[in-house]
């Protein structure tokens, strides 16, 4: 470290650097259409790790990412990334899932199985090799979480992209996402069972017990103090959640998701929820993004991690697209339906990283899987608007259909 810098100094060119280089490729290389400003903000997370800048300026990178700095980005990063899964959790309405239980639990069933069949014949392709299973991590656990991977949707992107399409309001649109909450569920929940430590099942009973009777206090608090006391409370339920999902073994962010799933999305104004989801995002995802990018690692080779990537992405497309093909002849919906819904359904950006950064923190898979998974969610993500919007133009009466 520069004698000349102090620690703050090299810490505010790091937070300059994080918001200025995703932002001037965004704005001037006009990438809006095929990549939001949050998918670029993950890539350029990458471009910015040490596979990609530390390889290329070792000098500047060691200078810049300091241990001390990146603790520190380490530390907004952990509370940015919990505040997005607590709001993921809120948004998710159970009740219209329940309205259209059948439609749902099918689509939503077939949307999550068959690209997580996908992803584990990927993920036990994977394990013929070295370099790809974690230090911590078990053969099954690594195949369900490569599965898992692929057949996660991101569900507050899917929110961003739907937004973009002008059909979020529209009746496809709640459609689309009482699919992705019934799978957001799952998710979590085959991720608690991936974390499942047997030296700590205990803790991890007491947690799930504790939380079941102090979430039924939590809500009745809510209910009762007035709106504008909500938002404190709730900020302080996430993390006690989070501190005690994380003691018992099951990871802070796990906590986070329960924490939000229990807060009625009610409680609060719809705009301020908007205006929530928005401002985490602008101020302090990008930290999270870039302590991702400073993640990824390529020492297998780049060409395998690539490879991987590849095989991941195709595992994943084409499963969920499988999938919501046979449930339309299932539920025996319109032509071209299908391909609409596996397509917007097969995003994965934010929340398959958070799925990741978790199973790389507990060592489950290597800082490889890590990386090609990574390139998979921005490959995924990327397809998206380029391939739905066409087809939306083409098939305009299929956005009216409730069911």
């Given at each position: ?313 195709v595992a994943s497309v084409s499963g969920k697209l499988a999938g919501l093909h046979l449930a339309a002849k299932i539920l025996n919906w319109q032509k071209g339906e299908a391909s609409i819904i596996g397509w917007l359904l097969q995003t994965k950006a934010l929340i398959m990283i958070v799925f990741a950064n978790v199973l790389l923190d ?42």
């Open positions: 470290m520069s004698p000349a810098m102090t620690t703050t100094e090299i810490f505010l060119i790091a937070m300059a650097i994080i918001f200025t280089v995703p932002y001037l490729i965004w704005r001037f290389c006009k990438t809006d259409y095929y990549a939001p400003l949050v998918v670029v903000q993950i890539v350029t997370g990458i471009l910015l790790g040490p596979g990609i800048l530390g390889a290329a300026l070792p000098n500047y990178y060691n200078f810049v990412f300091n241990s001390v700095v990146v603790q520190s980005l380490n530390g907004i990063a952990w509370w940015a990334v919990m505040l997005f899964v607590f709001i993921a959790g809120i948004e998710l309405d159970l009740r219209k899932v329940w309205q259209y239980k059948r439609e749902s639990g099918v689509t939503a069933g077939l949307a999550l199985g068959v690209p997580l069949a996908f992803g584990s014949v990927a993920g036990l392709g994977m394990l013929a090799f070295d370099g790809w299973l974690g230090a911590q991590g078990m053969r099954w656990q690594f195949v369900l979480s490569v599965g898992m991977a692929c057949a996660v949707t991101a569900l507050p992107i899917l929110i961003l992209l739907m937004e973009k399409l002008e059909i979020l309001r529209q009746p496809i649109g709640q459609r689309i996402l009482r699919y992705a909450s019934l799978d957001d569920i799952a998710i979590w929940g085959v991720l608690a069972v991936i974390l499942l430590d047997w030296n700590r099942v205990g803790r991890q009973g007491v947690f799930l017990l504790g939380f079941a009777a102090i979430a039924y206090l939590y809500r009745k608090l809510m209910i009762n103090i007035p709106e504008r006391d909500r938002w404190y409370a709730g900020l302080i339920w996430l993390a006690v959640c989070g501190l005690a999902a994380d003691w018992a073994g099951l990871h802070y962010m796990v906590g986070a998701f329960l924490a939000g799933a229990v807060t009625d999305s009610e409680w609060f104004n719809l705009e301020d929820m908007d205006k929530m989801r928005h401002f985490v995002l602008l101020l302090i995802m990008p930290v999270f993004f870039l302590s991702t990018g400073l993640r990824t690692e390529w020492q297998v080779g780049g060409a395998a991690v690539f490879a991987a990537a590849a095989v991941l992405l507990k060592q489950i898979i290597s800082n490889e899987t890590f990386t090609a998974l990574l390139l998979m969610a921005v490959a995924s993500t990327m397809l998206t608007v380029p391939i739905v919007a066409p087809k939306l133009t083409r098939l305009k009466g299929i956005i009216s259909r409730s069911r």
